[in-house]
Every structure is written in structure tokens, then in C-alpha cells.
T-cell receptor
């Protein structure tokens, strides 16, 4: 079974600082990788995804992530964070089974606080 | 928006009582999921469904059951609620494997 590790549970940054959140997954063949964001009091929203092709993927709100297959990593980055990026971020990997159904396996999340 | 609604949004219940949470979708997607979210654990899969009357257990299924008698509705039942089931419950649907999931707004359940 797949598993996902997020290295940082809490990150505190000042506005304009650069962000990198780590995510590693266990090997399981072909992977689909996702980052979700959860703003306070809201549900999860898709930030970006990797399915195939260019390992550097760009998402909404200036976020990007790089898939490094040799390191089993899918780290999230943003060059300059804003106060509005304060949220919890979840990395997830899609585990696919015979019969076509799939399950998303989530990391424990990283809570980001951005101070003005 | 994939049109997922969860009900109720908030519920407080007493230990030992049964509780049913409802997830309703409007777009006829085959795959539906129930997760619980707890601090430090991220989201953990409780049960999932791959069609009407086709369901299976996730990693934290003890104390929960599900039913799917119609494509649009996926019900999660806590047979006898315990304080350890205090959590936020999210329903999700899978639109396509490459698209990840779309989540409902969640149900905050408190068991006292």
C-alpha cells in the first residue's frame, strides 16, 4: 500500500518569504500525485497535480511542485508567500487497483502560518 | 463544481447513539468516498463505494458502516457513537483518475 510523508507539520513564514513543503511517497509503480489546500474552516481544494509528462507542474495561486521520481518526492514551492496562503497543505498519492477504482492516500498535512 | 452536498454540517450527539451522515452528488459519478480528518493524521479513508451497493472498507472502518442504494447518495453510519469518533467527516467523489477528488464541505461531528 502507498504511504505519504510530509516532513513539516508546522511552518511559520513572513510575507514574501519563499516556501518549500516536502512530500515523499512510497514506491508503488505509476503514481498520480496531488497537493490540496484547506483554508481555515473550508474543505479541501485541489492546488495542483502530476499525472504524466513535465515533472514541474504549476498550479493555482503561484504554486508549483516538482516530481522527482528517483527521490520519490513531490515538493511544493512558492517563491513569495502571502498572508492569504495561511492554510493547511496536504500531499496525496493515488493508488489504483484492478477494476479501475482508486484511492487517494493523504499525508498528515502541513499547517502554514504567514505573518504580515 | 461537482455538486456535492453533505448533511448535516454540524452535529452534536451523545455516546452510544447511532448517527447517519449523508453525502449527495448531482453528477452521477461512480466512485464516492468517506474520510475523517483529525489533527496530525491528515485525512484517513473510512469506506468507499464503486457503484450502487458496491462498497468496501478503508483504513479506519471499525465502528462505521455505509450504504449506497442510489448512485447519488452515500450514507455513513456510526452504529454506536464514541468520543473517538469526534471528527470532521468529508465526502469525496472521483471524477477521473487524473483529476484527484472533489470534496464536500464536511460535517463536524462532536460526540459527548
Amino acid at each position: 500500500a502507498q504511504s505519504v510523508s510530509q516532513h513539516n507539520h508546522h511552518v511559520i513564514l513572513s510575507e514574501a518569504a519563499s516556501l518549500e513543503l516536502g512530500c515523499n511517497y512510497s514506491y508503488g509503480g505509476t503514481v498520480n500525485l496531488f497537493w490540496y489546500v484547506q483554508y481555515p474552516g473550508q474543505h479541501l481544494q485541489l492546488l495542483l497535480k502530476y499525472f504524466s509528462g513535465d515533472p514541474l507542474v504549476k498550479g493555482i495561486k503561484g504554486f508549483e511542485a516538482e516530481f522527482i521520481k528517483s527521490k520519490f518526492s513531490f515538493n511544493l514551492r512558492k517563491p513569495s508567500v502571502q498572508w492569504s496562503d495561511t492554510a493547511e497543505y496536504f500531499c496525496a498519492v493515488n493508488e489504483t487497483f484492478s477494476g479501475g477504482y482508486n484511492k487517494l492516500i493523504f499525508g498528515a498535512g502541513t499547517r502554514l502560518a504567514v505573518h504580515p | 463544481d461537482a455538486g456535492i452536498t453533505q448533511s448535516p454540517r454540524h452535529k452534536v450527539t451523545e455516546t452510544g447513539t447511532p448517527v447517519t451522515l449523508r453525502c449527495h452528488q448531482t453528477e452521477n459519478h461512480r466512485y464516492m468516498y468517506w474520510y475523517r480528518q483529525d489533527p496530525g493524521h491528515g485525512l484517513r479513508l473510512i469506506h468507499y463505494s464503486y457503484g450502487v451497493k458496491d462498497t468496501d472498507k478503508g483504513e479506519v472502518s471499525d465502528g462505521y458502516s455505509v450504504s449506497r442504494s442510489k448512485t447519488e447518495d452515500f450514507l455513513l453510519t456510526l452504529e454506536s457513537a464514541t468520543s473517538s469518533q469526534t471528527s470532521v467527516y468529508f465526502c469525496a467523489i472521483s471524477v477521473a483518475r487524473s483529476e484527484g477528488y472533489t470534496f464536500g464541505s464536511g460535517t463536524r461531528l462532536t460526540v459527548v
